[in-house]
């Protein structure tokens, strides 16, 4: 039994996207669907319909732009690059995250050096 | 920075949905083709590789909803669902809101206009730069009318230097009669009203001409050259809206006067100062020429310095007013304007109160009254509501168990309210701006500011509330009903009589005998007013004004060099009996009189004649309204007389004689020991020093309602135009036929005699006594017509209320029919079925009305709020109204057919 797919938050699919077209440069929805998909290695559940709604999203905030073009196999289809506002954003939020996952892993070391922790506050040095 | 994006972003979806719509689907299907041609390349079939993209792809429908979400406002778009589904719901159903419409319109129109009217007469500041620095400074209204309400030039001065609150003080001449002005264009003289003003007048008020300037100090010099301010309506209409008019002269009054100025249309003088008329152009007062002598002329505005309070003023003026003399000539009519044992006292009120404080009591009960009818109109277009959403519970049921939450129900039929609601605020607008211009141009009802009532912005932000306010209160009760239903039941079929039905039931009694109890007390409030105006009506005004009129006449009694007004006397009594003796010739003119002031329109008054040899007690300030007439006015007024009238030989040589009212006669028969305390024959005086000065009292008039018909008469006495000087003269006649008839022959008589004589009004005296009762008509209208609104949607209601019963019972009349019960029977029982909600109505809104009567009583004349009369003749009314609505279901029930109504469920 395959563990169970990882659901997806609003906020992490953005950034997930983000990245992606950091990374791939301009693509279309498909396309950034399909990478993600891989990259993730298929652990997150995706509907790949879902990722419109981000894209949608990613453009009114203006950190994504998109232009209609041709795909390789002569396919019309919406492309999208990401912007410098994006890239700004992009990297606030890989920051955060670092941040963030820097805190929860402290917070999940906590029962191994929980002595430790207890030792140095009771010392009022 | 980017939310702000993300938010136009938003909006602009919204606005461009159908392309963003057709571009999704395109990128849709872009995307789906990219997948299958990637699996085909892997290997599959064509068929394989589509439903391995679909399943991949996981909803269609789903994402197109997910990406609308994100792009859109979800609550815009869910209002227009709501809107477009409201608008083909209440399209298939249009009688319903025809009626509905309708209903609201005419609750919502009513309290627009009566809005706009409050805030007209009541709310709004008056017309002039920082109006609530304006004071009103009199004395608190008494008896003698404006005549206590004046003071004299050197009172006027004394205040104005002494006083420490105000950055000025202005006042106009109180005594102008309509049609003083008398424009020489062409052959006949033209008449217009004017009236003089102090020469600050408008600089104080903030008033800026639109053209030409306003008056400065030197205008009203002596000597100085007679100048004149044009009414914006008048120069339009006698002028013609001539934009050289500035510096242009004419002959006003046999002066060559040059026009300065054209006042402003937004300056109406008549609006503020003297409701009911028209002020055609201003002329300044000289305070310090022959006025110094007249007397308590002029009415007394102040503007406050700014941070002085009113209490402050009012101090002020306490400390002023002993030093104000009537005449400085005179030390000893010093200190009269000072307090008496609460008469008199120089009292400064804020000028918006003084104009229309007396109003408020009237308001309030209209604002009360048009409250009562959106109320009635909300309870009706509930109980239609009700109705109609109990036949459309299935729907209702359905759309619950497909998912929709109770608030969405809730929020569905709540825009259906407020899509009511809207249409009936707008054509209630279009009702209520036609009520509001065709009251501004009643310029004959006598209330302050009317002329200035339209619609702006107060009434629109009014409208708006009340309509959304109206909305909640009708749809919410029907929507939480609605929304609150059994799923189960309501989806299955229901027979009549369920637990359910017998619910609405109980509320649709409920909100007919609310609407019942509401449109009762309207009916009493207007009841009451109607009785009170009829008592208005038959007060014994102490003059018969019915075929009696009136025209002022222009006469020239001057004689050069005349010391001591003999022979300008002498002069009088040849031209006034002259113009009497033709007119009396007339056919139809049963007599015919001068008087100088017609009775409920100006007054004056000066002196206190006191009988001969008792003294004149100190604190008695005001004295007797003055009249000065001749031989016959009495008789042409219709005015009963005990003594006898005067006469032509009552000249300037022979012994001064006077009439007084009764009041006046009691009242000195009360100092004075007269036999049998008949004042006739006795000798009273004004000045008790000089013998020439006695007049002898030959005659007695019953009192005159001469400042206002609902009040007390107060004194008044009359002096023989042979023996004293009148302040102008108007003709008065009694006719037989009616006075209009007879208009056109007085005038040409007149101008036969005197050229000069201007085109003066044949005024009847009817529109004198017209005009004095006119708010009290007009508001009494007004509360009837709202009375009878009010009862036409209550008998709507009970029809409506009624006719669904019979409806819903037909299967249980049927089954009655059938066991025996006659035709009769049925109707009968239908019938009293009805009167029963109604009396329980009435009975409570007669409680209602007998608990708030107090706040009618003020506004009533001679008639108790507790008036029985009334209260029984209005519930036999409501029940017989109540009746004849029932009547047609009632009828309906009673032709139903057992069969028929067994068969259909």
């Not at chain 1, 440069?25 to 509907?47: D, P």
């Not at chain 1, 879902?50 to 232009?67: C, D, F, N, P």
């Not at chain 2, 100090?217 to 100085?224: F, L, M, S, T, V």
Request: charged share 20%; with cysteine; glycine share 8%.
């Amino acid at each position: 039994m395959p563990p169970s797919k990882l659901d997806l938050l609003q906020g992490t699919l953005d950034l997930m996207v983000l990245q992606t077209l950091t990374a791939m440069g301009s693509l279309h929805g498909y396309g950034i669907a399909r990478r993600i998909e891989q990259v993730s290695g298929n652990q997150v559940l995706l509907n790949q319909g879902t990722i419109y709604a981000s894209l949608v999203r990613l453009e009114q905030r203006g950190w994504i732009k998109s232009e209609w073009g041709t795909s390789g196999n002569n396919r019309k289809a919406k492309f999208y690059s990401i912007t410098k506002a994006g890239r700004r954003q992009l990297a606030a939020d890989a920051r955060h995250w670092e941040r963030l996952t820097g805190v929860m892993d402290r917070v999940f070391g906590m029962g191994k050096d929980a002595d430790e922790v207890l030792g140095e506050s009771e010392n009022p040095a | 920075m980017s939310r702000l994006r993300h938010t136009t972003g938003r909006l602009r979806a919204f606005f461009t949905r159908r392309q963003l719509d057709t571009d999704l689907d395109a990128e849709l299907t872009a995307h789906i083709d990219l997948a299958v041609d990637e699996y085909i390349e892997r290997g599959m079939t064509p068929e394989q590789a589509r439903r391995r993209a679909m399943l991949d792809f996981g909803g269609m429908q789903q994402a197109r909803e997910q990406h609308r979400e994100a792009r859109g406002l979800m609550s815009l778009d869910i209002l227009l669902q709501d809107l477009k589904y409201t608008l083909r719901t209440l399209g298939r159903d249009p009688g319903f809101t025809a009626v509905a419409v309708l209903i609201l319109a005419l609750a919502i129109g009513a309290n627009i206009a009566v809005f706009s009217v409050v805030n007209t007469l009541m709310l709004r500041p008056l017309p002039f730069q920082n109006a609530q620095q304006l004071l009103w400074i009199a004395p608190p209204p008494t008896k003698c009318g404006l005549s206590c309400a004046t003071y004299s030039t050197d009172a006027y001065d004394e205040f104005r230097a002494g006083s420490r609150s105000y950055q000025d003080v202005t006042g106009y001449f109180a005594f102008s009669s309509s049609d003083n002005l008398s424009l020489k264009l062409g052959s006949a003289p033209i008449t217009a009203t004017s009236i003089d003003v102090i020469a600050n007048f408008f600089q104080m008020l903030g008033v800026q001409p639109a053209m030409g300037r306003t008056f400065t100090a030197d205008d009203a010099r002596n000597g100085a050259a007679p100048v004149i301010l044009l009414s914006d309506p008048w120069w339009r209409r006698q002028f013609n809206a001539d934009p050289n008019i500035v510096g242009k002269t004419f002959d006003m009054n046999g002066h060559q006067t040059t026009v300065i100025g054209v006042l402003p249309a937004s300056f109406d003088f008549g609006a503020v100062f003297a409701p009911g008329t028209k002020v055609d152009a201003i002329t300044p007062l000289n305070l310090y020429g022959p006025p110094r002598d007249w007397g308590n002329i002029i009415t007394m505005i102040g503007r406050l310095k700014p941070g002085v309070s009113l209490a402050q003023a009012r101090e002020d003026a306490d400390r002023v007013a002993p030093n104000m003399c009537w005449n400085n000539k005179r030390p000893g009519s010093c200190g009269s304007y000072a307090r008496h044992n609460d008469t008199g006292g120089v009292v400064p009120v804020p000028l918006k109160d003084y104009v229309s404080g007396k109003l408020r009591r009237s308001l309030v009960v209209l604002w009360s009254a048009v409250g009562a009818i959106l109320l009635i109109a909300c309870v009706n277009l509930s109980n239609l509501l009700l109705a109609r959403s109990a036949a459309r519970s299935k729907e209702f049921a359905m759309r619950g168990a497909l998912g929709a939450s109770r608030g969405r129900i809730v929020r569905q039929l709540l825009t259906e309210s407020l899509v009511l609601s809207g249409a009936g605020a707008l054509l209630g607008i279009l009702l209520a701006v036609t009520l509001i211009s065709w009251l501004a141009h009643q310029g004959a009802i006598a209330l302050p500011l009317l002329s200035t009532l339209r619609f702006d912005g107060a009434s629109l932000g009014w409208t708006v509330l009340i309509a959304v306010s109206a909305a909640v209160l009708f749809g919410l009760m029907p929507g939480l009903r609605m929304a609150g239903g059994n799923l189960h039941e309501t989806l299955k079929d229901t027979s009549a009589g369920s637990g359910q039905s017998r619910k609405h039931e109980r509320t649709r009694s409920v909100l007919v005998v609310t609407e019942v109890a509401l449109a009762c007390m309207l009916l009493v409030g207007a009841g009451l007013l109607l009785r009170s105006f009829m008592h208005v009506l038959d007060v014994d005004l102490g003059f018969q004004p019915e075929r009696a009129a009136a025209i002022k006449v222009e006469y020239d009694d001057n004689v050069p060099g005349d010391k001591n007004g003999d022979l300008s006397a002498q002069k009088r009594a040849v031209i006034f009996q002259q113009i009497l003796a033709r007119v009396s010739a007339i056919p139809g003119i049963e007599a015919a009189g001068f008087v100088d002031y017609l009775p409920l329109s100006q007054n004056r008054a000066w002196g206190l004649p006191f009988p001969k040899g008792v003294r004149r007690p100190d604190n008695i300030n005001n004295g007797p309204l003055v009249y000065v007439v001749t031989q016959d006015y009495l008789h042409a007024m219709g005015s009963r007389l005990r003594g006898r009238d005067f006469a032509w030989s009552d000249g300037p040589h022979s012994q001064n004689v006077v009439l007084i009212n009764d009041s006046y006669a009691r009242f000195l028969a009360g100092y004075a020991h007269w036999p049998n305390n008949d004042a006739v024959g006795q000798i009273i005086t004004n000045d008790p020093s000089d013998p020439k000065n006695d007049l002898r009292v030959i005659g007695v008039v019953d009192d005159v309602h001469e400042e206002n018909v609902d009040g007390d008469a107060g004194w008044q006495i009359y002096y023989p135009a042979t023996q004293a000087s009148p302040s102008g003269a108007e003709l008065v006649v009694r006719t037989t036929l009616p006075p209009a008839t007879l208009g056109a022959s007085v005038l040409r008589t007149l101008r036969d005699l005197n050229p000069k004589q201007p085109l003066a009004e044949f005024r009847p005296i009817q529109s004198l006594v017209d005009h004095a009762n006119s708010p009290r008509r007009f508001f009494m209208l007004l509360v009837a017509a709202f009375a009878g609104l009010g009862l036409l949607l209550a008998s709507l209601g009970i029809y409506g209320v009624i006719s669904y019963t019979v409806t819903r019972q037909t299967s249980e009349i049927g089954i009655r029919m059938a066991l025996g019960a006659s035709a009769g029977l049925v109707q009968r029982q239908v019938l009293v079925g009805t009167l029963r909600l109604t009396l329980i109505g009435v009975v409570l809104g007669a409680a209602a009305s007998l608990a708030t009567a107090k706040l009618i009583a003020s506004l009533l004349y001679a008639t108790s709020p507790w008036d029985g009369v009334t209260y029984i003749a209005m519930a036999l009314a409501l029940l017989g109204v109540a009746a004849f609505s029932g009547y047609i279901p009632a009828r309906r029930a009673s032709r139903i057919s057992p069969m028929v109504a067994l068969r259909a469920n």
